[in-house]
C-alpha cells in the first residue's frame, strides 16, 4: 500500500511558476513509476507527465511539452512537477499517481496502470 500526498498547488497568474510535489509513503517508492494527472471543471482527468523507476525517462503529453519537467528523488520518496510558463488553460485539479506494473511508454500516459492516487492539490492560473 503507498499513500500518496500532493502539495503546492495555489493561485498564480500566467506565465507565472508553481512547484508542485508529491510525497509517498512506503519503502518501495523506487520500484513505481510516478504520474502526475489533472482534472479542469467539467472535463475528464487527463494525463500530464510521468516518469520511469529511476527518474531517467520523463513523458509528457504535447501541451506540456517545454514548460513542465517532471522529476523524482527516491532518497526523499517524492516526486516533482515543475511548471513553468502557466496558462490559464493548466488550471485544474493536479494528481499524482503511483503505478507498480507499468514498463511501457504507453501504459505511462494511461490512468489503467497506476494504482495508487493522491487526494489532488488545486492549481488555478488567472489570465
Known amino acids: 500500500q503507498v499513500q500518496l500526498v500532493e502539495s503546492g498547488g495555489r493561485l498564480v497568474q500566467a506565465g507565472g511558476s508553481l512547484r508542485l510535489s508529491c510525497s509517498a509513503s512506503g519503502r518501495t517508492f523506487s520500484s513505481y513509476a510516478m504520474g502526475w494527472f489533472r482534472q479542469a471543471p467539467g472535463k475528464e482527468r487527463e494525463f500530464v507527465a510521468a516518469?520511469?523507476?529511476?527518474?531517467?525517462?520523463?513523458y509528457y503529453t504535447d501541451s506540456v511539452k517545454g514548460r513542465f519537467t517532471i522529476s523524482r528523488d527516491n532518497a526523499k520518496n517524492t516526486v516533482y512537477l515543475q511548471m513553468n510558463s502557466l496558462k490559464p488553460e493548466d488550471t485544474a485539479i493536479y494528481y499524482c499517481a503511483a503505478g507498480p506494473t507499468i514498463t511501457t511508454a504507453q501504459a505511462m500516459g494511461s490512468m489503467r496502470g497506476y494504482d495508487y492516487w493522491g487526494q489532488g492539490t488545486q492549481v488555478t492560473v488567472s489570465s
Open positions: 516518469i520511469s523507476r529511476s527518474g531517467g525517462i520523463p
